[in-house]
């Protein structure tokens, strides 16, 4: 492990950059700098440029972390700009941004005004990102219609769901539509119960994982057709950045795209894709896009799951790789969960061994479907299958379990002890 690190100095520069910027929270991120420095010791190359390199951008780019302000509740009146996509929304207005409730049916970059009741955000939560408040709606009118181009992803979203609601047993509809494009009030109460307790629910919380999901579906598919490479690589780059602008262009699916970009210029070019590396320029040029997303717990979850699927990925092919994948994905996530939320699923990890194979397959099926190939009743299968693991691993004795609070230094230990499951496969030259 030592000498693959050590070759994959992008890896160790951006593993430094996050141990300074979070060190404003969290003092005790800054001793993941010592393995990295010892590393840097023992190679006595340029690696040590690399580590101080890291450690000047973390320091520029240092976030510091605000609690979210406490108010009392109350009913408002505010007026502005619908951003965002699926759910939630939010209102950026010209005394700030607010968090909308879910199931408002606005269209996003339409100017409207809402009454509703204004609370705080939940105890705990990090405000850097510039939300101030919840705005659960009462009513609201529309002041500006939203720009027909701006319009265009929710005009998809939305007849996706019609799709759903004509082609898909009413059962596993809400699960598809909130699968496919984060529409997760499309939930019923009892499934999007089952997957908060199951830790599965980040698989209907559309992210980069799900990029890397649709594009190795679509691989997969495709191996089975007589498309050339670059005909191929076309069509996926194509469903892949719809796909992005439909679910919102989130920072997590922007990172996501540019790693699928670098993963399919490396055969014209000659070159092995590295799985870790790319992760490593995806996370830096997310954080230069956008600096306040190192705080969010959505960045983080999204990039430790991201970074064990390449992890897996780039260790082996085949359902050995994917199963692989799949395990360091979850056990990149759980000590965050664990910190973060006090709790642990207990069935966590068999369930998204058994669940996170399918969503490739529904998500690609969901796709031909909408396009009118009836394939309904094997959506609905797949759906059907991931349903009942759910609840069983949410109805299943112990469910949960309660985690004590521990010093946020375990995380990064933890994710050293999961990098020893790494052993990248030798590839002939």
Not at 149 to 169: S, T
Not at 345 to 365: D, K
Request: net charge positive; aromatic share 10%; proline share 7%.
């Amino acid at each position: 492990m030592v000498k693959e690190l050590a070759m994959r100095p992008l890896v160790v520069a951006f593993v430094a950059a996050l141990a300074v910027a979070w060190s404003g929270e969290v003092w005790a991120s800054l001793l993941l700098l010592v393995p990295l420095v010892a590393l840097a010791v023992m190679q006595r190359g340029w690696l040590w440029v690399w580590v101080v390199a890291g450690c000047l951008w973390g320091g520029v780019g240092r976030v510091e972390f605000e609690k979210a302000p406490f108010f009392e509740p109350s009913v408002v009146v505010r007026e502005g700009v619908v951003q965002g996509a699926g759910d939630p929304l939010t209102l950026v207005t010209a005394e700030g941004t607010y968090r909308l409730g879910r199931g408002t049916n606005m269209w996003p970059g339409s100017v409207v005004r809402v009454e509703g009741r204004l609370s705080p955000l939940a105890e705990g939560f990090d405000g850097s990102s510039g939300e101030i408040g919840r705005l659960s709606v009462k009513s609201w009118t529309e002041v500006r219609p939203s720009p027909s181009w701006r319009a265009g992803p929710e005009v998809v979203r939305r007849r996706f769901a019609a799709w759903a609601e004509k082609a898909l047993h009413p059962s596993t509809q809400g699960l598809v539509r909130a699968l496919c494009f984060n529409e997760t009030t499309a939930l019923s109460p009892a499934d999007a119960q089952a997957l908060r307790k199951s830790g599965t629910y980040h698989v209907v919380s559309a992210s980069g994982m799900h990029i890397m999901f649709l594009a190795a579906g679509m691989m997969l598919l495709f191996r089975r057709l007589p498309v050339p490479y670059g005909v191929r690589m076309l069509l996926i780059g194509v469903v892949l950045v719809a796909f992005a602008v439909a679910v919102g262009g989130r920072p997590s699916i922007i990172r996501a795209l540019l790693m699928a970009a670098v993963w399919a210029s490396a055969f014209p070019l000659r070159q092995q894709f590295d799985g870790p590396s790319a992760w490593a320029l995806a996370g830096f040029v997310g954080w230069f896009s956008s600096p306040v997303g190192v705080a969010d717990l959505g960045y983080q979850l999204s990039m430790a799951a991201v970074g064990g699927l390449m992890l897996g990925m780039n260790d082996e092919n085949g359902w050995r790789g994917a199963l692989k994948a799949t395990l360091l994905a979850s056990l990149g996530t759980l000590p965050l969960i664990a910190y973060h939320f006090g709790t642990l699923p207990l069935w966590g990890l068999p369930a998204n061994l058994l669940v996170l194979p399918a969503v490739s397959a529904t998500m690609v099926l969901a796709l031909a479907g909408a396009m009118g190939l009836p394939v309904g009743f094997l959506i609905d299968g797949l759906a059907a299958y991931m349903r009942m693991v759910v609840h069983a691993a949410a109805d299943a004795p112990g469910a949960q379990i309660m985690v004590p609070a521990f010093l946020p230094v375990w995380i990064g230990l933890l994710w050293l002890a999961w990098l020893t499951l790494w052993r990248p496969r030798e590839v002939e030259p």
